[in-house]
């Protein structure tokens, strides 16, 4: 073999740092570049070339996972976040919520809404009517509050009731992540909402919220005796059984309705915006589908009523809760990830002339 | 590459191709010239920049060629690229006269000459 061939063989591996789209891009150029600054006769990378080339290379690979500074679009995508986040936190506060009561497990498993859940819908609602005036450092010190509750609240309930640790999960992850958009939004000056727009779907969600919670409070008495009675898992029912329809509200119809709201939200933004909020909230759309499956991150100790509660894939104990905190964080990624790769692919279309 | 203050491979590669389009290996060459043999650009740092100064339009590809069965990219300068140029080195030449202002008055005396000598 000729010692260019060895040569361009040679750069050609070192080539192989650079993603793939950036070799069909420029590897020929690249490697006809290195083949003449070698010369002839030589059969080996001239050192400085080949770590520069590695360099490059993980470079280019470390940055295309890296998000690109934050673009107008990425503001005003918080800024939504910002504004319809609190609104779904509102409705969800509003919420009656399934806790453990006592030894049985019966109708006083749902709690009808309480008077700290009102204080807490107010504050969020508060928080969004801020969003719309554009008092972002008002919206984003109520986030604050409004996340230290939740830390202390969740912390206080935690005690011994680890379940409750594993209830708040998509609750803590949705309120960090409205936090940082309000943070981010500070600079926005976009009101990405209508007044009437984000009046609907304030009213859609409280609506959707309050269902059960009427349910709740307009039938009387426990239906079902009990629930569980260990080993087995069983259900004595009497008459008909209101425990499952508030249970399919909870777990199936309001997540669902309220998701339905928040995609009319992305789909009322630009084309900039759409895919930033699709990314931001994607991984608390995963954590709460989880929930809502009965995926929950001590669901394998403190099993819900009709959820599943077997360790799917032969996960551990541990291994499960890190596997419901790695998927939200994993969905990010990916979204972020293609994004940095779709939005290359689009400028480089435009640098050659090509219609998009 | 549009916000931020050009580095100094990026601005000898605008001033090389502010000469004529060149091709990669051109480009090398070149700037090796007009840097007076100081900066010498490898394969993988000049083409970081190429792609930079590309996707902030400050060049765009001239013509393709195939010489010795090899591919030859040429690039040349846009509009907005001359201008960042014409800015950059309005922005150098104040900074370099301003330094050496006020070098002439720490020091009184003949000028510092490029090479580092006195005048």
């Known amino acids: 073999?000729?010692?260019?061939?060895?040569?361009?063989?040679?750069?050609?591996?070192?080539?192989?740092?650079?993603?793939?789209?950036?070799?069909?891009?420029?590897?020929?150029?690249?490697?006809?570049?290195?083949?003449?600054?070698?010369?002839?006769?030589?059969?080996?990378?001239?050192?400085?070339?080949?770590?520069?080339?590695?360099?490059?290379?993980i470079r280019r690979r470390l940055g295309s996972l890296r998000p690109g500074p934050l673009?107008?679009?990425?503001?005003?995508?918080?800024?939504?976040?910002?504004?319809?986040?609190?609104?779904?936190?509102?409705?969800?506060?509003?919420?009656?919520?399934?806790?453990?009561?006592?030894?049985?497990?019966?109708?006083?498993w749902f709690d009808s809404t309480s008077f700290?859940?009102?204080?807490?819908?107010?504050?969020?609602?508060?928080?969004?009517?801020?969003?719309?005036?554009?008092?972002?450092?008002?919206?984003?010190?109520?986030?604050?509050?409004?996340?230290?509750?939740?830390?202390l609240d969740t912390g206080h309930e935690s005690v011994g009731v680890p379940y409750e640790?594993?209830?708040?999960?998509?609750?803590?992850?949705?309120?960090?992540?409205?936090?940082?958009?309000?943070?981010?939004?500070?600079?926005?000056?976009?009101?990405?909402?209508?007044?009437?727009?984000?009046?609907?779907?304030?009213?859609?969600?409280?609506?959707?919220?309050?269902?059960?919670?009427?349910e709740r409070a307009t039938v009387a008495g426990p239906v079902?005796?009990?629930?569980?009675?260990?080993?087995?898992?069983?259900?004595y029912f009497s008459g008909e059984n209101h425990y499952l329809h508030i249970q399919a509200w909870l777990s199936g119809v309001l997540p669902v309705?309220?998701?339905?709201?928040?995609?009319?939200?992305?789909?009322?933004?630009?084309?900039?915006?759409?895919?930033?909020?699709?990314?931001?909230l994607g991984p608390v759309a995963m954590a709460l589908a989880l929930d809502a499956c009965g995926y929950g991150i001590f669901d394998t100790e403190y099993p819900v009523l009709f959820h599943p509660?077997?360790?799917?894939?032969g996960l551990g104990t541990w291994q499960w809760p890190i596997a419901i905190i790695a998927t939200p964080v994993l969905c990010f990624v990916i979204g972020l990830t293609w994004l940095s790769w779709y939005e290359r692919k689009l400028r480089r279309r435009g640098a050659a002339g090509e219609p998009e | 590459v549009t916000e931020k203050?050009?580095?100094?491979?990026?601005?000898?590669?605008?001033?090389?191709?502010?000469?004529?389009?060149?091709?990669?290996?051109?480009?090398?060459?070149?700037?090796?010239?007009?840097?007076?043999?100081?900066?010498?650009?490898h394969t993988g740092t000049l083409y970081a920049i190429l792609d930079r100064l590309r996707e902030g339009g400050l060049i765009e590809v001239d013509r393709e060629e195939i010489v010795e069965s090899r591919l030859r990219r040429y690039y040349r300068l846009t509009d907005a690229g001359a201008e960042r140029l014409a800015t950059e080195a309005v922005r150098m030449q104040r900074n370099a006269s301003a330094a050496a202002s006020r070098l002439q008055r720490l020091r009184p005396g003949p000028m510092l000459k490029p090479e580092g000598g006195l005048a």
């Open chain 1, 116 to 151: 700290g859940g009102i204080i807490v819908a107010v504050l969020w609602s508060a928080v969004a009517v801020a969003g719309m005036l554009r008092w972002r450092r008002l919206a984003l010190a109520g986030c604050c509050v409004l996340f230290t509750g939740l830390i």
């Open chain 2, 5 to 41: 203050t050009l580095q100094e491979p990026a601005f000898l590669v605008l001033t090389s191709l502010a000469g004529r389009p060149q091709h990669g290996y051109g480009l090398v060459e070149d700037v090796l010239r007009v840097s007076d043999g100081q900066v010498r650009l």
């Open chain 1, 224 to 235: 079902i005796a009990r629930i569980w009675t260990w080993p087995a898992q069983r259900a």
């Open chain 1, 165 to 214: 640790m594993g209830a708040s999960w998509w609750k803590l992850l949705f309120t960090v992540l409205i936090t940082g958009s309000a943070l981010l939004a500070l600079k926005s000056g976009q009101r990405p909402f209508s007044w009437r727009a984000i009046t609907t779907a304030a009213v859609v969600a409280v609506l959707l919220a309050a269902l059960p919670a009427i």
């Open chain 1, 309 to 313: 509660t077997g360790l799917p894939a």
């Open chain 1, 71 to 108: 673009s107008p679009a990425w503001r005003d995508a918080a800024a939504a976040v910002a504004i319809i986040g609190p609104v779904l936190m509102a409705a969800f506060a509003a919420r009656p919520l399934p806790v453990p009561a006592g030894a049985d497990y019966g109708w006083d």
């Open chain 1, 257 to 280: 309705g309220l998701a339905l709201i928040l995609l009319v939200a992305i789909a009322r933004q630009s084309t900039a915006v759409r895919p930033r909020m699709i990314i931001l």
């Open chain 1, 1 to 57: 073999m000729r010692p260019e061939q060895v040569l361009e063989r040679r750069y050609r591996r070192l080539l192989a740092c650079y993603p793939s789209g950036y070799r069909a891009m420029y590897g020929e150029e690249m490697l006809a570049v290195a083949m003449a600054a070698a010369g002839p006769g030589r059969r080996w990378p001239d050192p400085g070339e080949a770590a520069d080339l590695i360099r490059s290379g």
